[in-house]
């Protein structure tokens, strides 16, 4: 089973960006997926869930009207276009399968 996060970088307040996670090992299409982020010095922050087909999803108030995720099931793929960036989504960013997996991260810089 692996998770690689990928799309991460430096960003001015107000960009935008686009993460991406591959799936593989395991039956994409079956699993809910999540985002979830860690800041420096600080704990884990889930910010968006997408169910197994792409039709539902959820989000923090946090980053609700700015993020969004999604899903391409036949490129086993997760993404997560982020708008309105702020210095305070800065994170690291991983991607995680509702049955236990996740990957190693990719880092989210919003700075001027």
């Known amino acids: 089973v692996q998770l690689v996060e990928s799309g991460g970088g430096l960003v001015q307040p107000g960009g935008s960006l686009r993460l991406s996670c591959s799936a593989s090992?395991?039956?994409?299409?079956?699993?809910?997926m999540s985002w979830v982020r860690q800041a420096p010095g600080k704990g884990l922050e889930w910010v968006s869930e997408?169910?197994?087909?792409?039709?539902?999803?959820n989000y923090p108030d946090s980053v609700k009207g700015r993020f969004t995720v999604s899903r391409d099931n036949a490129k086993n793929t997760l993404y997560l276009q982020m708008n309105s960036l702020k210095p305070e989504d800065t994170a690291l960013y991983y991607c995680?399968?509702?049955?236990?997996?996740w990957g190693q991260g990719t880092q989210v810089t919003v700075s001027s």
């Open positions: 995680a399968a509702s049955q236990g997996s």
């Open positions: 090992g395991f039956t994409f299409s079956r699993y809910y």
């Open positions: 997408i169910n197994s087909g792409g039709g539902s999803t």
